[in-house]
């Protein structure tokens, strides 16, 4: 029970930051958003993780977490990119598809997936794809393509970095989670160093970077306690709902309309996102 209820509590939080990224992201940068959201998720982290004074410097916990972060860093910004070319109720569903990552990774380890497993991916495959072909017939620009690839590549990356909080996490969750978050926040501020990417700060997005960093904290942080508490496999598909949160959100508070394929198109998706965590 206690690993259920804090998974469904890191898809809020992670659903809620998600969304409000969208939103900073279309009225400055994707850039702005991923890397105000990532410094004070480190910062924040690092804070608790010298409060509490008890982990101790494990390379089982370092190693996957420096890596999953510095993935999972680039996939925060090609979603919010993603998001900020295309409808919220979109882009969610093709992230809703990095729980395919964590298959493949299994399947590689060693792993065999089983008959629901296999119907799971085949439903998020066909999803995605009705997806895709939706947004290109409706309109065929070089801005929802990309934004499409965006959201595939943002996935894939935040896939891998579900499986390294899960390495990692079976040494010291807190220890694993503030170290990925700080490797994401150093490789996006050496990458916009070099780069020099669009980034405008104002004054009036300070509170909105606030909440999206502290969300992403704390989802963190919330998902790798429910994977030390429960099976992966339960945990996986109760902690990664938050593309249906970022979707009704959209819904709700930006008055985000979903055609009749897109809604069959999302099902198909989370669906997927189901059979595939409980095969």
């Known amino acids: 029970m206690l690993a259920a209820v804090l998974a469904l509590l890191a898809s809020f939080s992670w659903g809620t930051s998600d969304f409000v990224a969208g939103v900073e992201a279309r009225r400055s940068t994707a850039w702005t958003a991923a890397l105000g959201g990532q410094v004070v998720a480190s910062l924040s982290l690092v804070a608790l993780l010298l409060a509490t004074s008890s982990a101790s410097l494990s390379p089982a916990a370092l190693a996957p977490a420096a890596v999953g972060g510095a993935v999972g860093g680039f996939g ?25 990552v ?18 799971g991916i085949a439903c998020a495959f066909v999803g995605i794809v009705l997806i895709s072909r939706r947004e290109r017939a409706r309109a065929p620009s070089p801005h929802t393509r990309r ?15 579900l499986v390294a909080l899960d390495l990692g996490g079976r040494s010291d969750p807190l220890l694993t989670v503030a170290t990925a978050r700080t490797a994401a926040a150093l490789t996006l501020l050496i990458a916009a160093a070099s780069a ?27 998902f790798t306690s429910a994977t030390t508490h429960g099976d992966l496999a339960v945990v996986g598909v109760l902690g990664w709902l938050n593309p249906a949160v970022t979707m009704a959100w959209a819904v709700g508070m930006l008055q985000e309309r ?13 669906a997927g996102v189901v059979c595939i965590t409980l095969g």
């Open 76 to 100: 925060v910004v090609l979603q919010y990119r993603a998001l900020a070319l295309l409808d919220m109720g979109v882009v969610s569903p093709i992230i809703a598809g990095a729980a395919l």
């Open 102 to 119: 964590p298959v493949v990774w299994g399947t590689i380890a060693g792993e065999r997936p089983g008959t629901l497993q296999m119907v």
């Open 147 to 161: 934004g499409i690839l965006y959201a595939a590549l943002s996935a894939t990356a935040l896939g891998l970095f």
């Open 196 to 222: 020099r990417p669009a980034i405008r700060l104002r004054a009036r997005a300070l509170p909105a970077l606030l909440l999206i960093g502290l969300l992403i904290a704390a989802a963190n942080l919330l």
């Open 258 to 270: 979903l055609g009749a394929l897109q809604v069959l198109a999302a099902v198909l998706v989370f």
